[in-house]
């Protein structure tokens, strides 16, 4: 999730991955953000439910980016862009495909090499 309009985000940068970044909400503001949220999959029978997140492909170790080689991955500040699930659809498509029995947790692949 981000916390800036993306509106006034383009009016506000130099339109490259760099500047528009800058906007970015940092991944601990996400994970401060999340807690909540998380706190509460905790408590999730693993046996009932597969909890999946993809804060590893949406964040990396400093930032959660708006822009990942020139694509908005989000279309406001809760939504991902056609981007941005299209990021996220080949994590999904693999959590989809497994079994509930023989899944608990699947994090999605790393951005880290982002910041």
Do not use: W
């Not at 400093?62 to 989000?74: D, M, N, S």
């Not at 994590?91 to 509930?100: D, G, Y």
């Amino acid at each position: 999730m981000q916390i800036h309009d993306l509106k006034y985000v383009l009016k506000k940068s130099r339109l490259t991955d760099v500047s528009i970044n800058r906007f970015s909400v940092t991944t601990e503001e996400h994970k401060n953000n999340q807690s909540f949220v998380s706190s509460q999959f905790k408590k999730i029978n693993r046996e009932m439910a597969t909890i999946v997140s993809f804060d590893n492909l949406l964040c990396g170790s400093e930032i959660c980016p708006l822009v990942y080689e020139g694509k908005f991955l989000y279309f406001d500040e809760g939504h991902l862009s056609i981007d941005g699930a299209m990021l996220v659809y080949p994590s999904l498509m693999k959590v989809l495909s497994t079994p509930l029995h023989n899944t608990s947790f699947i994090a999605a692949p790393d951005l880290r090499a982002l910041n």
